[in-house]
């Protein structure tokens, strides 16, 4: 059964509070960045309005005909409205659809509740649609939106729903939660960091093997800046782990090799398993090209979401860094 995590005590006790108290929003905006568990607290917050003794007890009792229900995925009063693909937009025959079913009487004569959830996936149509739900909002109706970017969110959604925040837990929280999770040899702390602080982020990077895939994409990166390697077919690979996971390991490699060339300190150091390659890249490629490296990752990374051919942003990333490494124009892949 889907349990409240360690760091989300607080919120919950409020908002059961609040349910006793009748006090409960009607709509709730839950944000925070990836890996908190935001959809793991909604979903549990939804099965507690529908159990029979969830209200009273704080949580889900598990055994009632709502809880099994609800286990089996049908109970009928929740739905959870989402993109039909990832990456896709929420369209506003979904949040008609939400709309319609919000005004129907419960089956089972308690809450209804929708998910929706990432809700800055939500176009301009599907966004304005809702606001009809939660102008007016039927009785017993919870509608809880979930977003990581609650900055995309319409100013006109925003006012109308209740905020629930979560931050990464304290690293000592964090780290005892997730060392029940992870096999024994992998380092929680360093996990940790190369997550952000999200615990749940950390579980799924020990899953990805994680240690490994970084491994070998630094060392095919520390071989492109002797020049050796094919860009077109680097690029592709590294596009096959993500845009946005490289340009942030790419990321935190560079302000290490920077933190390495100003001060030599390594405790500071975030991917202190790499080290080794680190040093070798930092010194090749000197203090200020590296500055300019990071500079030149922070602005692509402002624009990686917009830009449309990831395979030549992922190459311009690359060939830069060939540039940091290889700076006299003896780059081997320079485009003609
Ligand atoms: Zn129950």
């Not at 009928?76 to 025959?93: M, S, W, Y």
């Not at 939660?134 to 969110?153: D, F, H, M, Q, T």
């Not at 845009?243 to 300190?265: E, F």
């Not at 590296?290 to 030549?312: I, S, W």
Request: proline share 7%.
């Amino acid at each position: 059964m889907n349990t409240l995590l360690p760091w989300q005590q607080q919120q919950w006790q409020n908002l059961m509070a609040r349910l006793r108290g009748a006090s409960f929003p009607h709509a709730l905006l839950i944000t925070g960045p990836a890996g908190l568990g935001k959809d793991r607290f909604a979903a549990l917050l939804v099965q507690t309005l529908l159990c029979e003794r969830g209200i009273d007890a704080g949580q889900p009792c598990g055994q009632c005909r709502s809880c099994l229900l609800y286990a089996a995925d049908s109970h009928p009063d929740q739905r959870r409205v989402a993109p039909p693909e990832p990456g896709k937009v929420i369209g506003v025959d979904q949040i008609r659809e939400a709309n319609r079913y919000l005004t129907q009487t419960s089956q089972y004569g308690g809450y209804k509740a929708v998910i929706i959830t990432p809700a800055d996936q939500l176009n301009a149509n599907a966004a304005n649609s809702l606001l009809k739900s939660l102008e007016e909002p039927s009785p017993y109706s919870v509608i809880l939106l979930i977003s990581a970017r609650p900055g995309r969110l319409p100013a006109t959604i925003l006012s109308r729903c209740q905020r629930l925040m979560f931050a990464p837990p304290p690293p000592q929280v964090a780290r005892q939660w997730l060392v029940e999770q992870i096999d024994s040899q992998l380092d929680p702390g360093l996990l940790l960091d190369l997550a952000e602080g999200a615990p749940l982020r950390a579980v799924q990077l020990a899953n990805e093997d994680i240690f490994t895939v970084r491994r070998e994409m630094l060392t095919a990166l520390q071989a492109f800046g002797r020049g050796k390697g094919n860009l077109s077919a680097l690029a592709e690979r590294f596009l096959k782990i993500g845009v946005p996971q490289t340009l942030y390991w790419m990321y935190t490699w560079t302000a290490d090799m920077i933190r390495l060339l100003s001060s030599g300190n390594q405790r500071s150091m975030v991917n202190y398993d790499l080290r080794e390659y680190l040093v070798d890249i930092a010194n090749n490629a000197g203090l200020q090209a590296a500055h300019g490296y990071l500079h030149y990752l922070n602005e692509t990374l402002r624009v990686a979401e917009r830009q449309l051919n990831p395979q030549l942003l992922m190459e311009n990333v690359l060939m830069a860094w060939q540039d940091m490494l290889m700076p006299q124009g003896n780059s081997l892949s320079k485009r003609a």
